[in-house]
């Protein structure tokens, strides 16, 4: 038990570590046969969530937020390095690095409903399911065990039902990037 905690610490003293530093990292996630790998900036921890800004190809697009627990591990190399300078080069890490909106990352239903005040379209993907689900919508009701989303489809059509999704199956929230931000302007009911 003692190693467990110790271990434990030391992980929370890195992240803590890339936190304080806003180093750019690589977080390794792997599910099933698919790898979610992603970039970014490590902005917030808590015991159990992690708050990144990703990059996209030297873009700031939005956020992620993952358990702590579902992560293999988190690389920090003189590749990162490279791409934060950059970054800084091009005036992208000074202007947008941050989020100026706070959000609870006590648990899944705080998340979510800190995220629906905020009105973020969200993209939920469930990775580890047998079948993986992939859920992008408007927030509409929070749960202590679950949320519903009013998916849209690849065209912008919004469900008339809502999906909900168990927070035990999520393994990534994501928000406030182009791709949602872009679908948002240009959402349809059926008729």
Known sequence: MTITKDKIKSHDITLQKYIDKKELVKV???????DGN???FILKMTKDFLLVQIDNDFFLDGYAI?????????RCSKYEKACKKILKAEGIFGNNYGIDKDIDLTSWQSIFRDLKKLD????????SLDEPDFIIGPIKQVTKNSTSIQFY??????????SAVKHLDITIVKFDDR?????KKYLRTAN
């Open 66 to 74: 993952i358990r702590k627990d579902q992560f293999d591990s988190i």
């Open 120 to 127: 973020f379209h969200v993209i939920i993907e469930c990775e």
């Open 38 to 40: 992603i970039r970014g």
């Open 179 to 183: 791709y949602t931000k872009t679908y």
């Open 28 to 34: 390794y996630r792997t599910f099933k046969e698919n």
């Open 153 to 162: 489809d690849s065209t912008g059509l919004l469900e008339g039902k809502l």
